[in-house]
């Protein structure tokens, strides 16, 4: 058994203005992303410039904030959002949405491709692989927060929260849809492979990860178990996400365009 060390979530006050560990971990995420994309886009015949990748990223991030925003909102908090719509624009108060912000980048990425004269799959296959250090950073962020917490438990991996012993559902997912996610993901797509396969790897892994963990996460207080004690919202939109992939899967290696090495 753990204990939980109950870290300051504020980073840096300075004055009014305050830094937060959540914050912070999105920007490591997005410039950890960005690093290793110019990397990958300067590599010869990658068909990528470092200008296409800076503005790539750059709608990345504001599909990520609306999506995310939105999703949150739609999926989580309807009732509160319907009695003060100008709630979603108080994002220091926190509530972010990773299957809002997905379809947030969704969009970002099909405006994006037409943009640029590139497929959608091309371009969601080359940002597939480093979506994980974004989740894993926004998990470490979670557990800095104290938040999001699993249940109770006598695993000795449990960590002693206000009396009782818990999961730590923010740290297995930093793990899955993190670590495991960036590495399998990362070193697949530096390999020749079919278009769409990294992209239906990420949905596949990521919904199954995710479905996965919510048996042992505690549901959104407000909303609660869906159905059965134990389906969640989590595990709802997560679903068909794995449905997705597996379809996508399926579909690359039917392909005939062969397989064709990606930088």
Not at 53 to 71: E, Q, T
Request: net charge neutral; proline share 4%; glycine share 12%.
């Amino acid at each position: 058994m753990f204990v939980y060390p109950e870290i300051d979530p504020v980073f840096l006050a300075l004055g009014p203005l305050q830094i937060r560990w959540y914050g912070l971990m999105y920007l490591v995420g997005i410039s950890a992303g960005w690093f290793l994309l110019r990397r990958r886009a300067g590599k010869s015949g990658s068909g990528w410039t470092a200008q296409q990748i800076d503005d790539l990223v750059f709608v990345s991030v504001i599909g990520i904030i609306v999506g995310g925003r939105l999703g949150s909102k739609l999926f989580y908090d309807l009732d509160s959002w319907l009695a003060d719509p100008i709630s979603i624009l108080m994002i220091w108060k926190g509530g972010m949405s990773f299957h809002g912000g997905l379809l947030g980048v969704i969009i970002a990425i099909f405006w994006f491709g037409r943009k640029n004269g590139k497929g959608f799959f091309q371009v969601a296959d080359m940002v597939a692989p480093v979506v994980p250090i974004g989740l894993g950073a926004g998990r470490i962020g979670n557990f800095i927060n104290g938040e999001l917490w699993g249940k109770v438990t006598d695993s000795p991996l449990g960590f002693l929260v206000d009396g009782q012993v818990r999961h730590a559902s923010q740290l297995y997912e930093f793990l899955l849809e993190g670590v495991v996610m960036f590495v399998v993901l990362y070193w697949l797509s530096a390999k020749p492979r079919p278009t769409m396969l990294i992209s239906g790897l990420f949905c596949l892994l990521y919904g199954s990860f995710r479905f996965a963990v919510e048996f042992v996460r505690l549901p959104d207080a407000h909303i609660g178990y869906l159905a059965w004690d134990w389906l969640t919202m989590g595990q709802v939109l997560s679903l068909p996400l794995v449905i997705l992939g597996a379809g996508l899967i399926i579909a690359a290696n039917l392909r005939d365009d062969s397989k064709e090495v990606k930088a």
